[in-house]
Structures are given as structure tokens and as C-alpha cells.
């Protein structure tokens, strides 16, 4: 059966799992020191999922207050329930990520945008498709009214974080994803908490790139041989799964880039992998449309740009072109 909610992984380490691992459905975790201290990895953009979260967790840290969270990447939906934490939380990030979460649209901004979305997304064409997506991004997600509290602690590629006589390993991977993703690895239990390192089950997203350190960063993750693996999106996972997206990103770039080679548009592109023999083994995770939002990245490189993260207008065509494929039945 398929674990989902609070779930014990070890000693003293849990995970809140919400395995369907759609857009905004983050996994978040827990380590706790008994009598000592607590550390939380990831909060939810939904201020009634992460004030459920804070609840559930409260029975497991009475004794052992939360004195340090972990963000581990600059996207809303694995900070933007920071509020949620006690006040006296230390969080830590990376820079990388504490700069993409400055740089990035605010909660309220967000939900402004998609509000509009809802209304805008009945019309034909593709500034209704790119409306009809963001609201489907967010889902039925109330976001927080005002940008959350920000991490207050950095660091640039590794760092270790005591908690009482537990040692976690952060370590950043980025970028790839996003700038600045980084691991939470709790050695004493064999558990690693990926963020958006892994999505399983679920269509990755290269919102930053280059691919390149992604596929290196899954090499990273296989050479410790955890017991478990806590991915950002999707169940609980072990190595067999992360080869399963190993492979994934090396067909997308091999015949993302036969695509490109031929001039073949963004969205075409997809249409043409959609139809493959080779993307069966990958047609059932879910939100399979994201494949276009992964190819605007790539194709941006291969036009000879450097890896960064989306501009708004990028963004928008890529939902444009997602919410066509869907409204075409493609997916």
C-alpha cells in the first residue's frame, strides 16, 4: 500500500508524503533528537497543508523543539509555509536558492496571476491555454496572503547542521532544477531528503538547467546507497527509481536535441517524443504535458544561452504550449 501522511523512516525520522506528487503536492520530513532538538526539511505553499503538517509533527517535537528547518530549493511550493515554523527556527538554505526565492514572484503576486488564469483560460488561443495552465498549477491551493519568512542562514556548497547528537549533510547539487537545490542526508538512518532532485512518478521539471548537473547530481545521490530516498514530488523511492530518471533525462536530451537539430519547433518537438515508441515507459507519470516545459529550457541552451532561470515571458510560453498540448488531447 502506498504510504502517505506521516510516515516513519527510521530512528527518529519521519516524512509528511503526499505520493501523488502533482504540482504544489511537496513531500516535507522531520528528524528528531528525543529531549534534545527537531529539524524540519521543506514546508507547503498551502497555509492549510502546512499548518496540518505543524500539527501532526507537534506530538513528535514536545520534547524536542524545532530549532532548524531546511529549505531545499527556491520554489514556492517547499518554502512558502516557513510561517508555519516556530518563531525561534533557525532556516537554512542555500545561497544559490536564497537569491532565486528574492528573484522570484511572491505568493500574492502568484495568486493574482492565477485568479486571472481561471477567467482568461475559457478563451481559444494561446494566452488562454497559458491561463487555463497556471490555474491548473495551482490547483486548489490557498496561498499565504504576504511572502513568507525567508531563510535566515546560508551556505555555499556543503554544511552540517547538529541536532542534539544527530548529524544532518546538506549539500548543494544545483544547478539544475532550479539554482540552488540541495540534498538533506541524515547518515545515522540511511535517509536522504532530495527536495526536487527526484520526482518520482511524477514529470520532472528542468526549470534552470544544465541537464548536465542534474544527471550528475542522480550519480551523487546512487553512490550513497541510502535505505530511503524522500523525493520533493512522488512515494518514497530506493536506487531502482532514480536510474528510472536517469534514463528518462538522457533520452530527453538525446532526442530533444535530434528534435532541435532538425528545426523542429518547442511544442512540435514534444508532439513528436509524445508519439514515440521510447516515451511509453514514461506516459504514465503524472503530468506527462511538462516535457515541453523541460524542452523550452533545453532548446533556450542549445540556442547558445546560458543556464538560468525562466523569465517570466519563457515561463509563459511554456505554459502556453503545455496547455495546448492538453487542450489537443496530446496528452
Known amino acids: 500500500m502506498e504510504q502517505s501522511g506521516l510516515t516513519q523512516l527510521g530512528d527518529g525520522v519521519w516524512a509528511f508524503l503526499r505520493p501523488s506528487g502533482g504540482w504544489g503536492e511537496a513531500n516535507t520530513g522531520l528528524v528528531v533528537a528525543p529531549g534534545a532538538a527537531s529539524l524540519v526539511v521543506d514546508t507547503m505553499w498551502d497555509v492549510a497543508w502546512a499548518k496540518r503538517v505543524a500539527d501532526v509533527q507537534w ?8 530549532t532548524e528547518a531546511v529549505n531545499t530549493h527556491s520554489d514556492g511550493d517547499h518554502w512558502w509555509g516557513n510561517d508555519a515554523l516556530p518563531t525561534a527556527t533557525r532556516i537554512t538554505t542555500s545561497a544559490a536558492a536564497l537569491e532565486g526565492m528574492h528573484e522570484d514572484l511572491p505568493p500574492a503576486a502568484l495568486t493574482v496571476i492565477a485568479t486571472a488564469g481561471e477567467m482568461i483560460g475559457r478563451i481559444p488561443g494561446p494566452i488562454g491555454a497559458a491561463g487555463s495552465y497556471m490555474a491548473r498549477v495551482r490547483g ?4 499565504p496572503r504576504r511572502t513568507p519568512r525567508f531563510p535566515d542562514h546560508t551556505f555555499d556548497e556543503t554544511h552540517r547542521l547538529t541536532i542534539g ?6 549539500e548543494r547539487l544545483g544547478p539544475c532544477h532550479t539554482a540552488g537545490d540541495l540534498v538533506a542526508r541524515v547518515p545515522d538512518a540511511g535517509v536522504v531528503f532530495t527536495g526536487d532532485m527526484l520526482f518520482i512518478g511524477t514529470t520532472p521539471i528542468l526549470w534552470h538547467g544544465p541537464l548536465e548537473n542534474w544527471i550528475a547530481a542522480l550519480d551523487r545521490l ?3 546507497e541510502a535505505d530511503v530516498y524522500v523525493p520533493g514530488h512522488g512515494p518514497l523511492c530506493g536506487t531502482t527509481e532514480i536510474l528510472e530518471l536517469r534514463e528518462y533525462w538522457v533520452w530527453l536530451r538525446d532526442a530533444g536535441r535530434a528534435q532541435y537539430d532538425c528545426g523542429t519547433g518547442i511544442r512540435q518537438a514534444a508532439r513528436e517524443l509524445a508519439r ?3 516515451f511509453d515507459r514514461w506516459n504514465n507519470w503524472s503530468s506527462p504535458e511538462r516535457i515541453v516545459l523541460s524542452l523550452s529550457t533545453l532548446f ?6 546560458p543556464p538560468g532561470p525562466p523569465t517570466v515571458l519563457r515561463r509563459a510560453r511554456a505554459f502556453a504550449d503545455a496547455g495546448t498540448l492538453l487542450r489537443d488531447g496530446v496528452f
Do not use: C, M, T, Y
Open 276 to 278: 514515440s515508441k521510447e
Open 222 to 224: 546512487l553512490a550513497w
Open 140 to 143: 486548489d491551493a490557498r496561498f
Open 59 to 66: 506530538p513528535l517535537v514536545v520534547d524536542a523543539p524545532i
Open 300 to 305: 533556450h541552451q542549445w540556442h547558445g544561452n
Open 165 to 170: 547528537d544527530r548529524a544532518v549533510d546538506l
